[in-house]
T-cell receptor, first 114, second 114 residues
């Protein structure tokens, strides 16, 4: 069965711009979580969506937002990009809400802000 | 919130030897402890997990142990092989996944020397 698909794989943006990342979860999975991965901070939780509703949100500024569609696909948006937003953004799908049922991660979107 | 410490940050072992990675957590309510393996250019992959009602779990060459009293858990890899070289992350969460999703350790870069 198909895994978690994230697009695009790589992005280069300029400071001040905005960006939208996409994630298609495993078929049948209704929970999608987003994580930011950087060498300094490691893996940090951004938010989780379940049945089109944001269930939880991590400690990130309001510039980071997301949404989930009726087919469980999810997008995350970062507005007014800063250099510090350069990171690997990972999407994880799960059959149930919460990470305690095991995540399946996508390969991530590598965002570089210049 | 939960805090997970992971040691060592880098571990180099000879092929065929055993490797042990240790993690401690702070929230006594945490009850789910997964381990992920991340290879270059890929997202983290779940390799084994343990719940707080179990002290040890094995899957072929991989085992995880949990000490609830001391709030620490460990990953043991026996008979290491070149394909075990990767970054390993431990994580923890409370029942239902918690408000912060999974809290990850900073990772251990495991190097298998031929």
């Amino acid at each position: 069965k198909a895994g978690v698909t994230q697009t695009p794989r790589y992005l280069i943006k300029t400071r001040g711009q905005q960006v939208t990342l996409s994630c298609s979860p495993i078929s049948g999975h209704r929970s999608v979580s987003w994580y930011q991965q950087t060498p300094g901070q490691g893996l940090q939780f951004l938010f989780e969506y379940f049945s089109e509703t944001q269930r939880n949100k991590g400690n990130f500024p309001g510039r980071f937002s997301g949404r989930q569609f009726s087919n469980s696909r999810s997008e995350m948006n970062v507005s007014t990009l800063e250099l510090g937003d350069s990171a690997l953004y990972l999407c994880a799908s799960s059959p149930r809400t919460g990470g305690d049922r095991g995540y399946t991660f996508g390969s991530g979107t590598r965002l570089t802000v210049v | 919130g939960e805090n997970v410490e992971q040691h060592p940050s880098t571990l180099s072992v000879q092929e065929g030897d055993s490797a042990v990675i240790k993690c401690t957590y702070s929230d006594s309510a945490s009850n789910y402890f997964p381990w992920y393996k991340q290879e270059l250019g890929k997202g983290p992959q779940l390799i084994i997990d343990i719940r707080s009602n179990v002290g040890e779990k094995k899957d072929q060459r991989i085992a995880v142990t949990l000490n609830k009293t001391a709030k620490h858990f460990s990953l043991h890899i026996t008979e290491t092989q070149p394909e075990d070289s990767a970054v390993y992350f431990c994580a923890a969460t409370t029942p239902g996944g918690g408000a912060d999703g999974l809290t990850f350790g900073k990772g251990t870069h495991l190097i298998i020397q031929p």
